[in-house]
């Protein structure tokens, strides 16, 4: 499986990229068991089978250390508790922004060590076991087999799209981590208006393990409920992504980097819901349409968001309402312009 994809060296990782983590004695994937999406989750070894609990992108938090985030479930790889002693359990959890969920990637005899920032120790499999499902702990550094890692970059080419793509009512579009970027026929990412997106959601489509980069034109449109997981603007271009018709739409993981007005624009009455998502360096995190009057319903969950230089939310509605729960947020103007409705509760300014 290895030879199907580049290694990556510590000093190499590159920010919000998507990789396998493959220990080296077993030659096992890192994943977070059955697939879960909750709080908890225990972290294991599974054959590589390639799925997106095996997939983790890397986010650079500072001073040499990252959050490791899994593509599947958008939470973050921690050590359980704050735990300092051997054997210390490692699970997935919310981005809390935590120091047990930051880890430093250290070189070792060509392989990688995953060093918790908290506790000092390193992310190991237990018992140097090749049983699959066996348990992933941190440990002191020994230097074992078992403490060495193969970071696996997943599909690292970049795809130029030249016609918008569409996903249709119902369907799936799964990226698998390619960077996709605007040819001159969409648009050149400026704030230009009437650029086109690189993507168009229908209703009930899916669209999950896409990073967009430069020039990205006008992102994401979508027409009625839709799902977006694991999705990374490198660029945010003119707007990441553009609510165009009244629908529900969840976007769970990823990130947004370097814009100059909003990061997600809604043009319709709808609910709009974004979860474990990083943000950074733009005008606002969300508008709704100026001057428009229609219902809007705002949900913000553990997401890190950071220099807004206006608001995390504007509106010009009355009636529109945002509920922010288990979010750090940083550098914004102002949280809210024009909210009349507001809940909070468990947010974090840093």
């Known amino acids: 499986m290895l030879g199907q994809f580049p290694r990556a060296e510590a000093a190499s990782v590159s920010n919000n990229g998507l990789y396998k983590i493959i220990n080296r004695n077993s030659g096992q994937a890192l994943e977070v068991y059955n697939w879960s999406h909750e709080n908890g989750a225990n972290v294991s070894q599974w054959t590589d089978l390639g799925g997106d609990n095996q997939l983790w992108r890397f986010v650079s938090v500072g001073s040499g250390y990252y959050q490791i985030i899994n593509a599947n479930s958008g939470r973050a790889l921690e050590v359980y508790q704050y735990s300092t002693a051997d054997g210390g359990n490692i699970v997935q959890w919310q981005n809390i922004n ?61 795809t130029t799209v030249n016609s918008t793509i569409v996903v249709g009512a119902g369907e799936v579009y799964d990226g698998q981590g390619r960077t996709f970027i605007a040819g001159s026929s969409l648009g050149d990412g400026s704030q230009a208006e009437g650029q086109k997106p690189v993507f168009r959601l229908e209703n009930g489509a899916t669209l999950k393990n896409v990073v967009l980069g430069s020039p990205a034109a006008d992102g994401i449109h979508t027409y009625g409920d839709a799902y977006l997981a694991n999705i990374v603007w490198t660029d945010i271009g003119e707007d990441a992504l553009t609510i165009k018709a009244a629908g529900t739409v969840t976007l769970n993981g990823g990130a947004a ?39 809007t319903h705002v949900f913000i969950d553990s997401c890190d968001i950071a220099g807004m230089d206006e608001a995390i939310f504007r509106t010009d509605s009355s009636s529109s309402s945002v509920t922010m729960t288990n979010t750090l947020y940083s550098d914004v103007g102002d949280k809210w312009i024009g909210v009349q409705h507001i809940t909070e509760s468990g947010n974090t300014a840093y």
């Open 257 to 295: 980097y370097d814009g100059s007005d909003k990061i997600f624009q809604i043009n319709a009455a709808s609910t709009f819901n974004v979860y474990n998502f990083v943000a950074r360096n733009a005008g606002k995190f969300i508008r709704q349409l100026g001057g428009s009057t229609f219902t």
């Open 98 to 158: 935590g120091t047990n969920q930051h880890w430093a990637l250290e070189d070792s005899g060509g392989y990688v060590q995953l060093k918790n920032r908290f506790s000092g120790k390193v992310a190991e499999v237990y018992t140097y076991s090749t049983t699959p499902g066996a348990n992933i702990n941190q440990w002191t550094d020994l230097e074992g087999a078992n403490q060495q890692w193969t970071l696996v970059k997943v599909s690292p080419s970049s």
